[in-house]
């Protein structure tokens, strides 16, 4: 069991939640993640490690509300604790003095792209940073990501805040006003993820994405999260999850996301309506 020492709400259904996990505290790195499993009766989801202190033992997970999973998890209390929780698993970013970087964050994705961007300004790098939501509201850690950039950039698909419109977007114009990228790094929805590859593909910059498919066991064995990479089938729990934006075939990946959605929709509203029951 791991005890929840602190809960936030960061935005509308985007939840914070700091765990004493400290085995997975000491070894965790950035680009990591843990897979979880709220109760008994829960499917095992992975989320990626947002932070962590091994001086207190504790991680931080930062997650959107939208599942049966996800939604159980939020509802949980400062004090109560989760069953299971596996990591951290996944290979490490590999962080180094590449010269600039951006560090490119879409919507929750934002919380897995704030230790990485950490991580490349404390190996030197000089740090570009941009984010986006859809709305001033739902965009989280801006001031954790101004303190590790040396330039930050906001977008929100409404203008409510920053440049209106992607986070893509603002890369092409940087690019185009002449910033020059040694690396990109992008994590968040694949559609970001899949606009941002076509961005700098022309400009032939080096670009990395996390990516975040359907994930069970987490470990290789189950083969639920493979991808194509490079023509080559990959698993995205032990090859991944950080990869080659241009070699990656999204448009497959798009298609994987999309296998459980009538399933998830039925267990959503079966939980939905035995809650109104009180069952």
């Not at 939840?15 to 709220?38: D, M, N, T």
């Not at 509802?75 to 290979?91: Q, R, S, T, V, W």
């Not at 970087?101 to 950490?118: D, F, N, Q, S, T």
Request: with cysteine.
């Amino acid at each position: 069991m791991y005890r929840i020492v602190e809960k936030r709400e960061l935005a509308p259904k985007i939840k914070l939640l700091k765990i004493f996990a400290p085995e997975i505290s000491r070894k965790a790195q950035p680009g990591q993640f843990v897979i979880l499993r709220v109760d008994e009766v829960g499917e095992r989801f992975p989320l990626t490690i947002a932070d962590w202190d091994a001086h207190t033992g504790t991680i931080t997970l930062i997650f959107l509300e939208v599942g049966v999973s996800t939604r159980k998890l939020g509802e949980l209390k400062e004090g109560e604790a989760i069953l299971n929780i596996l990591g951290p698993l996944g290979n490490p970013t590999e962080v180094k003095n590449y010269g600039v970087v951006c560090v490119v964050g879409g919507g929750v994705g934002i919380a897995a792209a704030y230790p990485v961007a950490r991580a490349f300004k404390g190996a030197g790098n000089r740090v570009v940073s941009i984010i986006g939501a859809k709305t001033a509201e739902l965009l989280i850690l801006e001031k954790e990501m101004m303190a590790f950039s040396d330039e930050l950039y906001i977008s929100t698909d409404d203008g409510s805040k920053g440049y209106k419109g992607f986070v893509s977007d603002v890369l092409k114009l940087l690019i185009q006003d002449g910033h020059k990228f040694d690396l990109v790094y992008a994590v968040g929805p694949t559609l970001m993820m899949r606009a941002v590859a076509n961005v700098t593909k022309p400009y032939n910059i080096k670009t990395i994405v996390s990516l975040n498919p359907i994930m069970i066991d987490g470990i290789g064995m189950c083969g639920t999260c493979r991808v194509t990479v490079s023509g080559k089938t990959r698993f995205v729990c032990v090859d991944g999850p950080d990869f080659d934006a241009h070699e990656v075939d999204f448009e497959e990946l798009i298609k994987r996301s999309m296998t459980f959605l009538s399933e998830e929709k039925m267990a959503l509203d079966y939980w939905e309506a035995n809650k109104k029951i009180g069952g």
